[in-house]
T-cell receptor, first 113, second 109 residues
């Protein structure tokens, strides 16, 4: 069966510090991978998606970047965090472009102080 | 990104039926999914409509009308545990996957 791991679950970081959130998928190959951000009480904003190793598409300009160094690994990064980066970050995968269902990691609640 | 619009909040009583609507932009649209999210948790998949019509999964049903760019999620025999946020979502241009603004469902005794 397929599983998705996202860590850490919570993170408190000072302004100006770097960020690295990691997501890995097991039990499938060549998944579509996604990073979303969700403000409290709001919808999910698509940040990045990837259809293969090294292939990253960015949806919105921001202080974040993403990388996919391996088929089932997706990393969200920032060189210098801003207060406005505080949010709930979610990683997800789909079984390629025809996948009807998106499977989510547990999410990371990031607080920038 | 593409726009999927939902009402922000709906309230219903236990045992009742509630319908959550979703309208969407058609350009690049591929199909409509529904997700449930409890506070502090990750979204979980409920249903998917690739074609027009009604899909039924237990107490939950989902409907799609491509000609109207409209779909809905129908929840029957509401239970307190159904109190959550519900999102419509869909793949656009195959690889992008957007979510609606979300509807907070409050179920009262």
């Amino acid at each position: 069966s397929q599983t998705i791991h996202q860590w850490p679950a919570t993170l408190v970081q000072p302004v100006g510090s770097p960020l690295s959130l990691e997501c890995t998928v097991e039990g499938t190959s060549n998944p579509n991978l996604y990073w979303y951000r969700q403000a409290a009480g709001r919808g999910l904003q698509l940040l990045f998606y990837s259809v293969g190793i090294g292939q990253i598409s960015s949806e919105v300009p921001q202080n974040l970047s993403a990388s996919r160094p391996q088929d089932r690994q997706f990393i969200l990064s920032s060189k210098k965090l801003l207060l406005s980066d505080s949010s709930f970050y979610l990683c997800a995968w789909r079984r390629g472009p025809s996948g009807a269902e998106a499977f989510f990691g547990q999410g990371t609640r990031l607080t920038v102080v | 990104g593409q726009s999927l619009e939902q009402p922000s909040e709906v309230t219903a009583v236990e045992g009742a039926i509630v319908q959550i609507n979703c309208t969407y932009q058609t350009s690049g649209f591929y199909g409509l999914s529904w997700y449930q999210q409890h506070d502090g948790g990750a979204p979980t998949f409920l249903s998917y409509n690739a074609l027009d019509g009604l899909e039924e999964t237990g107490r939950f049903s989902s409907f799609l009308s491509r000609s109207d760019s409209y779909g809905y999620l129908l929840l029957q025999e509401l239970q307190m545990k159904d109190s959550a946020s519900y999102f419509c979502a869909g793949p656009y241009n195959f690889n992008k996957f957007y979510f609606g603004s979300g509807t907070k469902l409050n179920v009262k005794p």
